[in-house]
């Protein structure tokens, strides 16, 4: 395992404190928009805007990378981001952070764009299982320690926004100073929506979905906490046990996809999702029953899109698998654009525990679709063995084109 991680060590250690950054900056900046008093609207567009951001990176980045390297460009784009960033406390006011998050969106799809090519570029078919796994595995712990760094100070003070800009800065360090080779070019993004969906409609349309409710819970789950009348650093709390929850059932929810048809464990995942949804935005909970709600709901949400990409990889022809997971990526994307805006004018309208009441009908939508066409199309034959590294929803970036289907070698596709 030594051998396997250390030509990636550098760039792991450059992740990790990315993804702290990051988990910081994706929980603070909404707590402090609630704090200044904006709308949900407001807060739903901005969260919106980060996905609009992600989904120009996808397609502007490998021209970036490609013109400056994997190393000048990682170390661009981490001073775009921690510039940004520091920009949200020089101007508090929602046009200017309108802009500020699509420029964060673009700049951090371009950086997964390059950790990810990286580490592909790195792997072997033998050794790729390891290296993103531990990548995948740093990411939910950095991301849960970015969050819980909210609960230090109050997201009014400027201390949490400057903790999370050091730590991005401070990535870029191990990086630049790697001797480790650049990769190869990364491959451009094509996004060809109705052949997805023409071969996986269950894989398309769910990660668009998935892509509307889990968008809508990153960006205005703490809000939503704090209406229900969490402190701000309960809600970050709050937060970081839902991504808990989905860490510790991604794997062997995903290893249960193999043996059963995914469209029935992606049913079920909903189904429980959904109610967990309902109970939170319905039933009067104690602080302890949030917390223990908020993992239930990670543990039954967080896993569905991997299912919904596995499946889409199930159907993917021979040769086509860097189109399809540039294809879920983006579709997912593209839901969660959606998302924040519709949520934040139900709780807007209602009360901010109606987030979950949004994501439990988007759900339940989904799993009624999944139910139709589990009745129309008998499951594939010849699944892809579940993949973590291939449907974690972590980055932005696609497999090199080499990478094989599992029926070659007997790894996953990628």
């Not at 703490?222 to 701000?232: D, F, P």
Request: hydrophobic share 55%; aromatic share 10%; proline share 5%.
């Amino acid at each position: 395992m030594k051998s396997t991680l250390a030509p990636v060590a550098s760039l792991l250690a450059g992740v990790a404190f990315l993804i702290i950054g990051h988990g910081l900056q994706l929980t603070v900046v909404p707590l402090r928009a609630e704090a200044e008093g904006w709308t949900g609207y407001q807060i739903g567009a901005i969260g919106s805007a980060y996905y609009v951001g992600f989904v120009a990176g996808c397609f502007a980045a490998p021209f970036i990378i490609r013109r400056a390297g994997h190393i000048r460009a990682f170390t661009a784009l981490v001073s775009l981001t921690a510039a940004t960033l520091l920009a949200h406390t020089l101007w508090v006011a929602f046009i200017p952070w309108i802009v500020f998050r699509l420029v964060i969106g673009a700049s951090l799809a371009g950086l997964y764009m390059v950790i990810e090519s990286w580490l592909n570029d790195h792997a072997t078919n033998r050794t790729r299982g390891l290296i993103m796994s531990a990548y995948i595995f740093i990411n939910f712990v950095a991301i849960t320690i970015g969050q819980m760094a909210v609960t230090l100070y109050a997201p009014t003070e400027f201390t949490l926004f400057a903790m999370a800009t050091m730590a991005m800065m401070v990535a870029a360090i191990p990086v630049a100073m790697t001797r480790a080779s650049e990769p190869a070019p990364v491959t451009r993004v094509r996004f060809r929506p109705l052949a997805l969906y023409r071969s996986s409609p269950v894989g398309i349309v769910g990660v668009s979905l998935i892509g509307v409710a889990n968008g809508s819970f990153w960006s205005l789950g703490a809000v939503a906490g704090v209406g229900a009348g969490l402190t701000a650093a309960e809600a970050a709390i709050f937060m970081s046990i839902a991504t808990t929850g989905g860490a510790l059932t991604q794997w062997p929810v995903g290893r249960l996809s193999d043996r059963i048809d995914r469209r029935l464990v992606l049913i079920t995942l909903l189904c429980l999702a959904a109610t967990s949804g309902l109970i939170i935005a319905f039933v009067p909970l104690p602080r302890t029953g949030l917390f223990v709600m908020a993992l239930v709901f990670g543990m039954t949400t967080m896993p569905t899109y991997s299912i919904a990409a596995a499946h889409a990889y199930d159907h993917a022809a021979p040769g086509t698998f860097v189109e399809v997971a540039a294809g879920v990526l983006l579709a997912n994307a593209s839901g969660a654009i959606i998302g924040p805006i519709l949520a934040s004018t139900l709780m807007e309208e209602t009360s901010s525990l109606k987030l979950f009441l949004f994501t439990a009908l988007v759900q339940a939508s989904l799993a009624a679709f999944a139910f139709v066409r589990l009745r129309q199309r008998p499951a594939p034959t010849g699944k892809t063995g579940f993949d973590l590294a291939a449907t974690a929803p972590t980055g932005a970036t696609v497999p090199p084109a080499t990478t094989e289907p599992a029926g070659s070698d007997g790894n996953a596709a990628r």
